[in-house]
């Protein structure tokens, strides 16, 4: 089962791919596309609420395991740069650039923007991603971008199957209220394996509860590995008390406060002590102001790119997490809003 995020330049005919890969399910700020055919199962999602925010994009990459750069003829636009940041950020494994639109150009002009993309991305996540070129109107490529996408899912499922043993950690995207089941929600298993009557917590609200039933893509399953994009009901919770970016776990850490190391990345503009960050940690967001910076056990007033720092952040609300979690650190002021990652 893999899940898909498709980024890249404005009018890069993200949605036209997306639309042309699954078929259109749920809408928010962010849309997802559904495909299955036999044991293929892949789920796309197009950010749409993005680039006006960043979050559904750094939401859509989390729920995700492959990324998809779109490219233009045209080339990077400020948009693609600042994904290109944001996937730095993340870390981000699995990805692909694609370039669209190939019936407008042609293979030599194709030829010069990837060895131009290549010379960017050097020395980013990005490094060793495949190229292919692709077009939506005459199908250039389309199949063995699928064929792409399954062959790199197989390796997922692979690196997924090693995680199934750890604790299990479930984000959840979404929850409603269905009429004599009572609270559903969807998320993704994002470590781990959930079980039928499984007891779990909601974080960061700590509210217990019991895992009534599982489905994948609207089948019943009695249990559901890590990777799997999962809907359950839910027992012992109302879906009032649950929410999008809530995780259900057996134990998080929960505060409203951190203290982070960070690196700032080198297409940063940096912050000072007293500036206000948005910090995101898997689906959750909160506005934090800069307490202190610590530089090799030294205070200091500015953060400056591509530096690494110690961070006392204060916030108001309670977020939840884990030690392995990575912390995305924004300026929402800023042209380019990614300002780099923390652990804790
Ligand atoms: N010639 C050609 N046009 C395309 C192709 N894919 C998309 N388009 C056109 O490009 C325009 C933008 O397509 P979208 O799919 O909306 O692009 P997008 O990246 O989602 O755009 P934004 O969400 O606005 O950034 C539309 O007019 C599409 O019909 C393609 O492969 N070839
Ligand atoms: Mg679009």
């Keep these: 089962m893999t899940k898909i995020t498709i980024t890249g330049s404005q009018q890069s005919g993200k949605t036209t791919l997306a639309a042309k890969l699954g078929k259109k399910g749920n809408v928010s700020d962010f849309t997802m596309y559904d495909f299955a055919k036999g044991d293929k199962i892949m789920t796309i999602i197009d950010p749409t609420g993005y680039p006006d925010s960043v979050k559904p994009l750094i939401s859509s990459l989390t729920l995700s395991d492959i990324a998809i750069l779109c490219v233009p003829p045209t080339g990077l636009d400020a948009y693609a740069g600042e994904c290109i940041v944001c996937l730095e950020c993340m870390g981000y494994k699995h990805g692909l650039v694609l370039l669209t639109k190939s019936d407008t150009t042609y293979p030599q002009a194709t030829d010069e923007l990837k060895a131009k ?34 062959s790199m899912g197989e390796t997922i499922d692979e690196e997924d199957r090693k995680k199934a043993t750890l604790p299990t950690r479930i984000i959840v995207d979404q929850s409603f209220n269905v009429t004599g089941i009572g609270c559903v929600v969807l998320g993704v298993v994002m470590q781990g394996t959930v079980n039928a009557k499984d007891k779990m917590t909601a974080y960061p609200t700590r509210k217990p509860l019991e895992i009534r039933s599982i489905q994948m893509h609207d089948v019943d399953v009695k249990t559901a590995p890590n990777g799997a994009r999962v809907g359950l009901a839910l027992k012992g919770i109302q879906s009032k008390d649950i929410d999008r970016g809530h995780v259900l776990s057996l134990e998080e850490m929960v505060s409203e406060n951190l203290k982070i190391k960070c690196k700032l990345s080198p297409f940063s503009k940096g912050f000072n002590t ?71």
């Design 117 to 150: 993309l290549q010379k960017i991305t050097k020395g980013t996540v990005l490094e060793h991603w495949e190229y292919m070129a692709v077009s939506t109107k005459t199908f250039e490529g389309m199949e063995e971008l699928k064929e792409k996408i399954f």
């Design 274 to 344: 007293g500036s206000v960050l948005h910090v995101f940690v898997g689906l959750q967001s909160s506005p934090m102001r800069v307490n202190s910076i610590e530089k090799n056990g030294t205070m200091v007033e500015k953060a400056s790119a591509g530096n690494e720092y110690v961070l006392q952040l204060i916030g108001t609300k309670e977020i939840s997490y884990s030690q392995q979690d990575r912390f995305i650190l924004t300026d929402l002021d800023e042209k380019q809003r990614f300002l780099g990652f923390g652990s804790l």
